[in-house]
């Protein structure tokens, strides 16, 4: 395939956007509120439905479309425990766009395309993004170490993962990892991503549902704060807590090589919830990327997406960007 085939117009049309702007499916960091605002602005706005009980994410779903009747997607990992009664919900409902993660897209893809969705798969290699594209997914995202939530043992940092995933599969790549502003947006497409999934700075909004003092602890973050931690179960990138919180802990434990059995005890239960909706820094999870060393506001999602796409307006008036654009799907209709 030529590269004309996965412009940013081509990824638009298949998601059915203005932007190729994607908020992140974020467990415990996603609500109807934000998704509608980022659908309003002309992005893509997904539902985590990783933490939501089946009857949650009906209702989650019903609200979007109470406000909204353009696109939107649900992001399902595919390791969560319901998975099954999550997939008949999002085959019942018709959902425009399905994000998996975390597991094969075998078992699914056919059936949710059947039923009407787009389907992308999230992938951390381009060994994973030829299997996801064999089993005919219609995009992937390449998501990069930097990444906050759950990431891949390959360590692989989005400036490598992108051209190697864009150079082996032949359907449009989303780059995901690190990307906040125009100027990721503008590396991201100049690697050959067709555009681009934020989480990290997703979870800096105001529609965001996550705990007011989780937000503060990320403005706050610096260089560094993040790590790459619990590899021995599921990786994941957490943020520092203050001294002797859930962070410090599985440091030490993961000095001391403890066993996965210490670890998953260590974990216990419902930490995530703990730490990113209810706030609490000491004894909860917080999943967060690299890019938290430079989120320092919150703003409205609408607003959000919208400063990026002007931003990179003036990339290209001012010769910077590349010359393919969007700007033409603009008007398109919903
Ligand atoms: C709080 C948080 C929760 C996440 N939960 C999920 C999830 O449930 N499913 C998933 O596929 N990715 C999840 N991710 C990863 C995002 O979907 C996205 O790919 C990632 O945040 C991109 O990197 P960035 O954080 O640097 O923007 C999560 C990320 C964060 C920050």
Not at 208 to 219: E, G
Request: charged share 20%; hydrophobic share 40%.
């Amino acid at each position: 395939m030529n590269c004309s085939a996965r412009t940013p117009q081509v990824l638009c049309e298949l998601l059915r956007t203005q932007h190729p702007i994607i908020q992140a499916g974020m467990v415990w960091c996603t609500g109807s509120d934000l998704v509608v605002a980022v659908g309003k602005a002309g992005g893509l706005g997904t539902l985590g439905a990783g933490s939501m009980y089946p009857d949650e994410l009906r209702d989650e779903i019903a609200q979007v479309r109470a406000q909204w009747g353009g696109p939107f997607a649900v992001n399902v990992p595919l390791l969560y425990p319901a998975v099954e009664e999550h997939m008949e919900t999002l085959m019942k409902e018709r959902v425009p766009v399905v994000f998996t993660s975390a597991g094969s897209p075998r078992k699914w893809t056919e059936q949710l395309k059947s039923a009407g969705s787009t389907v992308v798969h999230v992938v951390s290699s381009a060994a994973f993004a030829l299997k996801a594209e064999a089993a005919g997914v219609d995009a992937v995202v390449a998501e990069g170490f930097e990444a906050g939530g759950h990431n891949g043992r390959e360590e692989t940092t989005t400036l490598c993962l992108l051209p190697e995933v864009v150079d082996a599969v032949n359907i449009p790549v989303i780059a995901a990892g690190g990307i906040h502003d125009a100027r990721s947006l503008l590396a991201a497409l100049a690697l050959g991503a067709s555009g681009v999934q934020m989480g990290s700075r997703f979870v800096m909004t105001q529609e965001n549902p996550a705990h007011t003092r989780f937000k503060q602890r990320i403005a706050e973050a610096g260089a560094g704060e993040t790590r790459l931690m619990l590899k021995q179960l599921t990786p994941v990138r957490l943020l520092r807590g203050p001294e002797g919180s859930f962070f410090d802990q599985v440091a030490e434990a993961e000095a001391a090589r403890s066993d996965s059995d210490v670890m998953r005890s260590l974990l216990g239960r419902g930490r995530a919830k703990r730490g990113m909706r209810e706030g609490d820094l000491m004894e909860g999870e917080l999943e967060i990327g690299q890019v938290s060393a430079l989120l320092n506001d919150l703003p409205g999602a609408g607003d959000l997406v919208q400063g990026i796409v002007d931003r990179y307006r003036s990339f290209r008036t001012e010769g910077m960007a590349p010359g393919f654009h969007w700007d033409a799907l603009s008007q398109n209709p919903r």
